[in-house]
């Protein structure tokens, strides 16, 4: 350590510019003999630049192995010369972003180990075995790397995918090899200077209690110490090849409802896909030309590439994010565009409309408009006889559209609602199962029939973050699976004469108009993570009895008191507040679960007549929630300060 680096430090706290917790992992980390030099000399030189901002960011906290795994920066927002090295082909630093509180090697090679230490204890007897996948984001490659190789150094096997692969297809895999755990190295739909490590268990959900808090409890354990050194034992890394692409594509197959349709009318749709630079080119355009579907792809989004170069962010919630398919798709006169994120776990959607425009719908209304047809066809088909509607559910989250719960409902099919985060959705998926028995190597038909005999057959599963579920194959959001859903849906509703703004516009008429505003509220870095604690906290603890305008007339605290499903399962506390409105009207609060954000839930809701200007109602609905989010916007930002 260079000799004037503690007194710089020193002289940083007492002027109040560096944190006493990241000057605490400073010098833990340089005075560590198992740090790389490398390492140390980026930290000094942003020591030697007065760069405190960035040293808080990176270092305020060591990176929290949360109830689904890590997710930060692997890439600073100072990048220093250490960390540059020799950039790769595509510009990327040579080395991940160093600091307690970044996505690196140490803290990779943390989380492997707890998790391995974990399964051995689980599984006792039995040597540890993980498949690992990525997405095509900055040091994944590296990341499953070293962690396959950490995970045969400790005395397990490795399945690592070749290339990379979409989150399903990764939870697909943790069952089809009957491992004991999965990884996805990946940050969703994040900017790309993020990575995560995203865990799941051996039914190919991610982790949930009491799995989570043990695991999190061996993470813990480890962090001492924690380096990328990898242990030496007798375990092997298996190199996953194209085979499980292949049993993973015809699971999704057991999606499709109408196939001969499918095959007669799906030749007569246009469709324009982009996977946004990640994985979902490994199975969609294949999967469509299965079924008979042409499909477009955006040739500059086609190619993996981890700087997301033609978007600003790699989200398909954003329209900017659709904006070359849209391009693509007026020049082709296509009838859908279709996008998926990264990881190919999100799927967003802009359809044409009967005046040639194309129209980007939300993720409450793609998610109603499969489910509604799911239960249409289902039911016409006999999959679904008379009476056998109470052995069938949907299952959404809170936060997601009452649209979906009325749907079901109004034939007799329970809705279950489960916290946010498509883990709950995959553990009660896991449950049906087991109440049924299993399904070894049944067909779908048989295991349809066994599930609502003895258990709960699942006809579709959503949130409104644009992740969608037909089958229990998977156990997470699926956007390739969503996307064969959405195009037998289409090729539907266009075998009829109409398109599916047609059709969301009839699923309004019959069930009521309900619609919904999404409202985020970022704070980054050190302090907005405190500033978010604390706007959260102060909702908690001093709920508003007005919002907006609207009295308060009921407010649900899911982190008090006990709340149980329509299964009459208690649901696990989490900090997420409901409060009621009147007239339809709700607005739900929670802290983000993987990223620097509060985010607020909109909700509101009238009847429409078929004689209606049901586009003047929504305009209304629409400004009535546009009003609500301007209001908690204010109130939130006055709240984060104390």
Same mark, same amino acid.
């Given at each position: 350590?260079?000799?004037?680096?503690?007194?710089?430090?020193?002289?940083?706290?007492?002027?109040?510019?560096?944190?006493?917790?990241?000057?605490?992992?400073?010098?833990?980390?340089?005075?560590?003999?198992?740090?790389?030099?490398?390492?140390?000399?980026?930290?000094?030189?942003?020591?030697?630049?007065?760069?405190?901002?960035?040293?808080?960011?990176?270092?305020?906290?060591?990176?929290?192995?949360?109830?689904?795994?890590?997710?930060?920066?692997?890439?600073?927002?100072?990048?220093?010369?250490?960390?540059?090295?020799?950039?790769?082909?595509?510009?990327?630093?040579?080395?991940?972003?160093?600091?307690?509180?970044?996505?690196?090697?140490?803290?990779?090679?943390? =989380?492997?180990?707890?998790?391995?230490?974990?399964?051995?204890?689980?599984?006792?007897?039995?040597?540890?075995?993980?498949?690992?996948?990525?997405?095509?984001?900055?040091?994944?490659?590296?990341?499953?790397?070293?962690?396959?190789?950490?995970? =045969?150094?400790?005395?397990?096997?490795?399945?690592?995918?070749?290339?990379?692969?979409?989150?399903?297809?990764?939870?697909?895999?943790?069952?089809?090899?009957?491992?004991?755990?999965?990884?996805?190295?990946?940050?969703?739909?994040?900017?790309?200077?993020?990575?995560?490590?995203?865990?799941?268990?051996?039914?190919?959900?991610?982790?949930?209690?009491?799995?989570?808090?043990?695991?999190?409890?061996?993470?813990?354990?480890?962090?001492?110490?924690?380096?990328?050194?990898?242990?030496?034992?007798?375990?092997?890394?298996?190199?996953?090849?194209?085979?499980?692409?292949?049993?993973?594509?015809?699971?999704?197959?057991?999606?499709?409802?109408?196939?001969?349709?499918?095959?007669?009318?799906?030749?007569?749709?246009?469709?324009?896909?982009?996977?946004?630079?990640?994985?979902?080119?490994?199975?969609?355009?294949?999967?469509?030309?299965?079924?008979?579907?042409?499909?477009?792809?955006?040739?500059?989004?086609?190619?993996?590439?981890?700087?997301?170069?033609?978007?600003?962010?790699?989200?398909?919630?954003?329209?900017?994010?659709?904006?070359?398919?849209?391009?693509?798709?007026?020049?082709?006169?296509?009838?859908?565009?279709?996008?998926?994120?990264?990881?190919?776990?999100?799927?967003?959607?802009?359809?044409?409309?009967?005046?040639?425009?194309?129209?980007?719908?939300?993720?409450?209304?793609?998610?109603?408009?499969?489910?509604?047809?799911?239960?249409?066809?289902?039911?016409?088909?006999?999959?679904?006889?008379?009476?056998?509607?109470?052995?069938?559910?949907?299952?959404?989250?809170?936060?997601?559209?009452?649209?979906?719960?009325?749907?079901?409902?109004?034939?007799? *099919?329970?809705?279950?609602?489960?916290?946010?985060?498509?883990?709950?959705?995959?553990?009660?998926?896991?449950?049906?199962?087991?109440?049924?028995?299993?399904?070894?190597?049944?067909?779908?038909?048989?295991?349809?029939?066994?599930? *609502?005999?003895?258990?709960?057959?699942?006809?579709?599963?959503?949130?409104?973050?644009?992740?969608?579920?037909?089958?229990?194959?998977?156990?997470?959001?699926?956007?390739?699976? =969503?996307?064969?859903?959405?195009?037998?849906?289409?090729?539907?509703?266009?075998?009829?004469?109409?398109?599916?703004?047609?059709?969301?516009?009839?699923?309004?008429?019959?069930?009521?108009?309900?619609?919904?505003?999404?409202?985020?509220?970022?704070?980054?870095?050190?302090?907005?993570?405190?500033?978010?604690?604390? =706007?959260?906290?102060?909702?908690?603890?001093?709920?508003?009895?007005?919002?907006?305008?609207?009295?308060?007339?009921?407010?649900?605290?899911?982190?008090?008191?006990?709340?149980?499903?329509?299964?009459?399962?208690?649901?696990?506390?989490?900090?997420?507040?409901?409060?009621?409105?009147?007239?339809?009207?709700?607005?739900?609060?929670?802290?983000?679960?993987?990223?620097?954000?509060?985010?607020?839930?909109?909700?509101?809701?009238?009847?429409?007549?078929?004689?209606?200007?049901?586009?003047?109602?929504?305009?209304?609905?629409?400004?009535?929630?546009?009003?609500?989010?301007?209001?908690?916007?204010?109130?939130?930002?006055?709240?984060?300060?104390?």
């Amino acid at each position: 350590m260079r000799k004037d680096c503690p007194q710089n430090l020193e002289q940083a706290v007492q002027a109040g510019d560096l944190l006493p917790d990241s000057h605490k992992n400073i010098t833990r980390l340089l005075d560590s003999p198992e740090t790389a030099a490398r390492d140390k000399e980026s930290v000094l030189e942003l020591v030697e630049q007065g760069q405190w901002g960035e040293l808080n960011d990176r270092f305020f906290r060591t990176l929290a192995f949360g109830t689904g795994g890590l997710r930060g920066r692997t890439v600073g927002k100072v990048v220093t010369e250490a960390e540059r090295g020799t950039p790769t082909a595509l510009g990327r630093p040579e080395f991940p972003a160093v600091g307690t509180n970044c996505m690196n090697y140490g803290n990779v090679a943390r =989380a492997t180990k707890g998790l391995v230490n974990y399964l051995k204890k689980n599984f006792a007897g039995q040597a540890p075995s993980v498949v690992f996948s990525h997405d095509t984001r900055h040091f994944s490659q590296e990341f499953v790397e070293l962690s396959a190789q950490i995970v =045969a150094g400790m005395g397990g096997t490795a399945y690592l995918f070749a290339e990379d692969r979409s989150t399903p297809e990764l939870s697909f895999a943790v069952r089809h090899f009957g491992a004991q755990a999965g990884v996805e190295v990946t940050a969703s739909h994040n900017p790309s200077h993020d990575n995560g490590y995203k865990v799941y268990f051996s039914d190919g959900a991610q982790i949930v209690e009491p799995h989570a808090s043990g695991i999190i409890r061996e993470v813990e354990a480890a962090q001492d110490g924690a380096s990328d050194a990898v242990p030496k034992s007798e375990g092997k890394v298996v190199r996953i090849g194209s085979e499980v692409d292949q049993a993973y594509r015809e699971a999704l197959q057991e999606l499709v409802v109408e196939g001969e349709m499918l095959k007669r009318e799906g030749a007569k749709l246009k469709v324009v896909f982009t996977p946004l630079h990640g994985t979902g080119i490994r199975i969609v355009p294949a999967m469509l030309k299965s079924v008979g579907v042409p499909v477009s792809i955006v040739p500059a989004q086609e190619k993996g590439d981890g700087r997301f170069p033609t978007v600003r962010s790699p989200n398909p919630e954003n329209g900017e994010a659709l904006a070359m398919g849209i391009e693509l798709a007026k020049k082709e006169k296509a009838d859908l565009v279709v996008a998926t994120d990264p990881d190919a776990d999100r799927m967003g959607v802009a359809l044409r409309n009967a005046q040639g425009e194309y129209e980007l719908i939300t993720g409450n209304q793609i998610g109603s408009l499969l489910a509604a047809y799911r239960i249409d066809r289902m039911r016409a088909r006999g999959w679904i006889q008379p009476g056998q509607e109470k052995s069938c559910c949907l299952i959404k989250t809170f936060v997601t559209t009452d649209l979906q719960k009325e749907m079901a409902e109004s034939v007799g *099919m329970k809705c279950v609602e489960t916290l946010t985060g498509f883990k709950y959705i995959g553990e009660k998926l896991g449950i049906y199962e087991k109440q049924a028995g299993g399904r070894g190597a049944m067909g779908a038909e048989e295991w349809r029939r066994k599930r *609502m005999e003895r258990s709960t057959f699942f006809v579709f599963g959503g949130e409104e973050s644009y992740g969608y579920s037909g089958g229990d194959f998977v156990r997470d959001k699926d956007a390739n699976g =969503a996307v064969l859903m959405l195009v037998e849906a289409a090729a539907w509703a266009k075998s009829r004469g109409r398109n599916l703004l047609e059709e969301m516009d009839e699923i309004y008429r019959k069930h009521g108009l309900y619609w919904e505003k999404l409202g985020t509220l970022e704070m980054s870095g050190a302090e907005g993570a405190r500033q978010i604690a604390r =706007a959260v906290a102060s909702y908690q603890e001093k709920p508003p009895e007005e919002w907006g305008g609207r009295r308060v007339v009921g407010v649900q605290d899911y982190e008090k008191g006990s709340h149980f499903d329509v299964d009459g399962v208690e649901i696990p506390k989490e900090r997420m507040l409901m409060f009621d409105l009147g007239e339809g009207f709700r607005v739900a609060v929670r802290a983000s679960g993987t990223e620097p954000k509060m985010k607020c839930y909109f909700f509101g809701k009238r009847k429409v007549g078929t004689s209606e200007d049901l586009e003047k109602a929504k305009r209304e609905l629409s400004m009535e929630l546009e009003k609500l989010w301007e209001w908690t916007k204010k109130d939130a930002v006055a709240r984060s300060k104390g």
